[in-house]
């Protein structure tokens, strides 16, 4: 993460920022700004965890007008719930910051916004996996193994699929429960149980996801809602509860049994 990181430069060095980290920030600088790159200095030193690109991360921000210092707005600090997001989607931003860093970053104007001077707060961190006590397996249920990464392996019993969608906690988490309606972060592999083969995977495509439960397939449901944060759930759907019966082929899933390892990272409720 720390290669991703805008440089310092002359331009977010002379911004002066008053007020502290996790409240809204005033600034003085002298406007108009002439941004021609991309500029980042840390003013705050946090004393809390580094990030990596495997984190996710909870932040605040006050967005400046360049050209006539103007606010333009603020997040993250009037408590209203949100998701953390990819701590490689800042990147640029943040670098490998501690928690309760305090970075200033300034943008040239692009082709739809103007230059702008933004003071962002980092406020938490967290692995985006599972991290909840481990559970013991259940009988007849596929096996899973974990790289370090998190990234689970399905392997699928010999054997026939169950009739009815099944349930088994492989790590319980004591965070908040997720709720019919809610969004949840997760991070996932699906598999078919015909071959094992995996279909689909956040792992793969780099980032956790947001899902809203209501928005899923029945089989799919039952592994989010009525769960806490921090769990692993491992869920078999027979086609019935997935993408309906029919005739197994590689071009979708219809007739397929599906697997999924879902890790619950976070939950937001329902506005």
């Given amino acids: 993460m720390c290669s991703f990181a805008a440089p310092s430069g002359a331009v977010s060095d002379a911004v002066v920022v008053e007020g502290t980290v996790g409240s809204p920030a005033a600034v003085t600088f002298t406007s108009p700004l002439t941004i021609l790159s991309t500029e980042r200095t840390v003013i705050v030193d946090g004393d809390g965890e580094a990030v990596d690109s495997a984190s996710l991360v909870e932040y605040a921000m006050t967005v400046f007008d360049a050209a006539t210092g ?14 953390p997001v ?6 640029q931003f943040l670098g490998c910051a501690a928690v309760g860093s305090r970075v200033v970053v300034a943008e040239p104007e692009t082709d739809e916004d103007g230059a ?7 406020l938490s961190a967290q692995p985006a996996r599972a991290t909840g006590d481990e559970q013991k397996p259940v009988e007849g249920m596929p096996t899973v193994e974990l790289a370090q990464s998190g990234a689970p392996t399905v392997t699928i019993p010999d054997a026939e699929p169950p009739a009815d969608t099944s349930v088994a906690v492989l790590r ?22 015909s071959d094992g083969t995996v279909f689909d995977s956040s792992w ?17 449901k039952e592994a989010l809602e009525g769960h806490t944060v921090g769990s692993q759930v491992l869920v078999v759907i027979p086609p019935e509860f ?5 005739e197994i082929n590689e071009e979708d899933l219809t007739g ?16």
């Fill in 116 to 122: 702008t001077v933004t003071v962002l707060d980092l």
């Fill in 86 to 91: 990819p701590a490689i989607n800042l990147g």
């Fill in 70 to 83: 103007e606010q333009l707005q603020t997040h993250g600090y009037d408590g209203t719930p949100m998701l």
């Fill in 242 to 246: 997935a993408y309906g019966e029919g």
């Fill in 172 to 193: 319980m988490g004591d965070g908040a429960i997720v709720a019919a309606g809610d969004t949840a972060m997760v991070q996932y592999t699906g598999a078919r149980w």
């Fill in 204 to 220: 793969s495509n780099g980032a956790p996801t947001a899902l809203v439960t209501t928005e899923l397939i029945a089989g799919y």
């Fill in 256 to 271: 397929e049994t599906l697997v999924f390892v879902v890790d619950i990272l976070a939950t937001m409720p329902a506005p």
